[in-house]
């Protein structure tokens, strides 16, 4: 079981960058689906989940209007379009799968870099 982050880099404030977890191992059309993200000397904070079907999203107010998380199902890939970067929006962003929708998440990424500075 694998899950593997990619899209990560050095953008500047206000732009973009999209963030894809590909996963291996496990369907991932049965889980929900988060991303995550950790700054140096701050804990890990949830910022985007997905429902299984896609149809529910949820996102932490710090990132609202700017992410959107999706998933294709078909590609066992999950997403995460960042938009209107900050610096602020710094961080390792992880990707974690919930198997059981019981907010436990068995399943985690290594990680991707993201690095909003000018």
């Known amino acids: 079981v694998q899950l593997v982050e990619s899209g990560g880099g050095l953008v500047q404030p206000g732009g973009s960058l999209r963030l894809s977890c590909a996963a291996s191992g496990f369907a991932l059309s049965r889980s929900v689906m988060s991303w995550f993200r950790q700054a140096p000397g701050k804990e890990r904070e949830l910022v985007a989940s997905i429902r299984i079907t896609g149809a529910i999203t949820n996102y932490a107010d710090s990132v609202k209007g700017r992410f959107t998380i999706s998933r294709d199902n078909a590609k066992n890939t999950v997403f995460l379009q960042m938009n209107s970067l900050k610096p602020e929006d710094t961080a390792v962003y992880y990707c974690?799968?919930?198997?059981?929708?019981?907010?436990?998440?068995?399943?985690w990424g290594q990680g991707t870099q993201v690095t909003v500075s000018s």
């Open positions: 974690g799968a919930d198997r059981w929708g019981n907010a436990v998440y068995e399943y």
